[in-house]
Structure formats: C-alpha cells, structure tokens
C-alpha cells in the first residue's frame, strides 16, 4: 500500500493563485506517474493534469490549460500542481494519485492506483 499526501488547499480570490503539493510516505514517488484530479459537489471526480515519472511528458484537460503547471521536484521527490488565474469554477476537492506500471514517458488523465485523501480548493470572492 503506497500512502499519498496532498496539501496547499485553500480559500483563494478570483484570478489568485495555490500551489498544490503532493508527497509520498514511504516509497519513492519519483519511481511513478503522477496524477491530479478533482470533484466538485455532485460530479464525478475527473483529471486536470498528470506528469510522466521522467517529468518529460505532462497533460492537461483543457479548462485549465495555460493557467494550471504540473511539474516534479526530485530533490524533494514531491508532484507540484501551480494553479494561477483561478477561476470560481475550479473549486473542487482536489486529489494526487499515484499510477504504477507506465513507461517513463507515460502519464495517464483518466485513472489512479493509490490515492491521497484530497484537499479543498475553493475560489470565492
């Protein structure tokens, strides 16, 4: 069992700024994909963005193309998720999620294998 943490949620104005973070407790998270999901009340839970275990390859779901930034710090061995210009419609429980069994330079939007326990991201004025 792979134990995920999340933090960095908060309360932020329209057009602010967070920085997500994600970390793993006693295994190297540098080994896996990384993904960031999130669900807000009454949707289902869905991608935004993921980074390759290399860090080469990232994706994103459209609506936050441009604004959101995946990236990965080995030094620290933690999955950072920048979201800038948000938006009230990115409020959401946002989840990390570790996938195993990619390539280096896969990364996968649609699924997760262990999962943090969320942190809530709420854009309000």
């Known amino acids: 069992q792979l134990h995920v943490v999340e933090s960095g949620g908060g309360l932020v104005q329209p057009g602010g700024s967070l920085r997500l973070s994600c970390a793993g407790s006693g295994f190297t998270l540098g080994r896996f994909a990384v993904g960031w999901f999130r669900q807000s009340p009454g949707k289902e839970r869905q991608g935004v963005s993921c980074?390759?275990?290399?860090?080469?390859?990232?994706n994103y779901v459209d609506p936050v193309k441009g604004r959101f930034t995946i990236s990965r710090n080995s030094a620290q061995d933690t999955v950072y998720l920048q979201m800038d210009s948000l938006k009230p419609e990115d409020t959401a429980v946002y989840y990390c999620a570790v996938k195993i069994g990619l390539r280096a330079w896969e990364c996968d939007l649609t699924s997760g294998d262990y999962w943090g326990q969320g942190t809530q991201v709420t854009v309000s004025s």
């Open positions: 980074i390759s275990s290399s860090g080469a390859r990232t």
